[in-house]
């Protein structure tokens, strides 16, 4: 079934890895995201480096290594994530991909660009520090 809304896994991993790195009080290595989440534990690397190159999270080598924060959890919007790895929102886009509509009311355009809005609202208003747990 189709989503309005897609959110890669590479998002989603950015997303899920900074707020365990966030909760931890010592380096968290890549395996422990991997078993934390379920993602595996290669894509977890590969995202984890573009969050290095980024500089939201340092990485140390070593058998007491891994990944820690850069910045403020609570300076973080899921937007900025979210757009690191899916590209940037844009509100105004035709889903049909014309420059110009036939259509003076276009409902599609009309939802879909509802949902966008509401989608850039809460996710930049949403941080990182804001995800809670499972207890």
Do not use: W
Not at 60 to 74: A, I
């Amino acid at each position: 079934m189709n989503k309005l809304i897609n959110i890669s896994e590479a998002t989603s991993i950015a997303i899920h890895s900074l707020a365990i790195i966030s909760r931890k009080n010592k380096m968290v290595n890549a395996q422990y995201i991997s078993e934390t989440t379920g993602f595996s534990k290669n894509h977890i690397s590969k995202v984890l480096q573009t969050l290095v190159k980024q500089g939201y999270i340092a990485s140390t080598r070593g058998p007491h290594g891994g990944f820690e924060l850069l910045k403020d959890v609570s300076s973080i919007p899921l937007l900025d994530i979210y757009e690191l790895f899916d590209g940037k929102v844009n509100p105004n886009y035709c889903h049909d991909h014309k420059e110009m509509c036939p259509f003076s009311n276009c409902q599609m355009s009309d939802i879909i660009d509802e949902l966008t809005a509401l989608f850039i609202k809460r996710f930049g208003n949403l941080r990182i520090g804001d995800l809670e747990f499972k207890t």
